[in-house]
């Protein structure tokens, strides 16, 4: 038998980027990489809020560098990888976490502009980051890519009234799309690619514009029909996510690419 691998989890040395590292799932997605050893590159569109992450990383003793960029902007990106790349050796882990939601409605009410906007964020940032990281992971011998889907891109969800947009499931399921054709075009280079589809959980700040044009009762209405749904009966924590990037990351995934890991205490179960 085979001795046990104490290191099979561990990043030491690897460089993660994270997009929209600056708050809520993104921070959380830093921290955990940079606690398996992981240097991590801090990117968001909001610098001050990047900084904050890589304080907290470099608290615990952990390396880590915040970059402002516009995920949306081709150039700017690739301006991000170049950057990256010629301060470090290579680029190991890229994970897709950048992302927005538009004020809940259903689809024949939706703004044309809040659906471009948002597939400007959701889904075109995915690819154009792909795009651009892919070739580094090629010089040096592969890499992971992992992209931060959604429940709402397998399921859909409407209990009498908008909790999302038609908007959001159409770039969420796009994003899955996107990872199974990357991931078998990629294989046999050494590049892994799988997506993480989260449920319902606390802290995220996708819900920023549908609070901010919410009542409390609607807030509540909403909050006991997501609760309800939920088989645990409760949403999930954000840090209750950390062994699965880690996971994805890590050599303990080495033989899995393509793959849709849902996070979302049974939602999809029932």
Known sequence: MDKMKPDLFGIEGRVSIVTGAGSGLGRCY???????????VCVD???PAAEE????????????????V???DASSVEDMFRRTA???TRIDVLVNNAGIDTTPMRTHELPIADWDRLMDVNLRAVFL?????????????GGTIINISSILGLKGFYPSF??????????????????????????????????????YHRGTNLGKEMNAASTAEAMTSFDDAVTRRIPMGRKGDPREMD??????????SSFVTGQVFVHDGGWTAV
């Not at 980051?129 to 010089?139: D, E, K, Q």
């Not at 062994?243 to 050599?251: E, P």
């Open 70 to 72: 516009n995920v949306t």
């Open 30 to 40: 830093a921290n955990a990489l940079a606690a398996f050893g992981s240097e991590i």
């Open 243 to 252: 062994g699965l990037i880690v996971y994805l990351a890590s050599a303990a």
């Open 162 to 199: 908008a909790t999302a947009t038609a908007s959001y499931a159409a770039a969420k399921a796009g994003m899955i799309g996107l990872t199974r054709q990357m991931a078998a075009e990629y294989a046999s280079d050494n590049i892994r690619v799988n997506a993480i589809a989260p449920g």
């Open 45 to 47: 569109r909001d610098l």
């Open 129 to 141: 980051c792909s795009r651009a990281v892919i070739p580094f992971m090629l010089a040096s011998g």
């Open 53 to 68: 992450t890589c304080e907290s990383i470099r608290a615990l003793g952990g390396k880590a560098a915040a970059l402002e």
């Open 86 to 88: 010629a301060e470090r």
